[in-house]
Nanobody
Framework: QVQLVESGGGLVQAGDSLRLSCAASGRTFSFYHMGWFRQAPGKGREFVAA????????DYADSVKGRFTISRDNAKNTIYLQMNSLKPEDTAVYYC????????????????WGQGTQVTVSS
């Protein structure tokens, strides 16, 4: 089992950057697939980015491709989401997710979730 705690959210202006962090508990973190999802007011939770336990590849939603970068540091039990060129439509609560066995880009497939961190981008 793994527990996840996100941090790094805040209020920024369009064009700014933010880096989100997700710290995970548990000795087997390095074997977990990890992902970032977000939920804007009045909308469903959507996929943002994911990285498998190997770290050998990454996946991104089309809306963030080229602007966001997901990475993991297994020594620190932490994943990151570097967000550049932020837009008002990136405003949402961002959630970190983990799964030991499945690597799918839909929210329903992930077993463990953090509490979320708010990102607000003003125009």
């Amino acid at each position: 089992q793994v527990q996840l705690v996100e941090s790094g959210g805040g209020l920024v202006q369009a064009g700014d950057s933010l880096r989100l962090s997700c710290a995970a508990s548990g000795r087997t973190f390095s074997f977990y697939h990890m992902g970032w999802f977000r939920q804007a007011p009045g909308k469903g939770r959507e996929f943002v980015a994911a990285i498998p336990w190997t770290g050998a590849s990454t996946d991104y939603a089309d809306s963030v491709k080229g602007r966001f970068t997901i990475s993991r540091d297994n020594a620190k039990n932490t994943i990151y989401l570097q967000m550049n060129s932020l837009k008002p439509e990136d405003t949402a609560v961002y959630y970190c997710a983990a799964d030991r066995f499945r690597y799918e880009l839909t929210p329903d497939a992930w077993d463990y979730w953090g509490q979320g961190t708010q990102v607000t981008v003003s125009s």
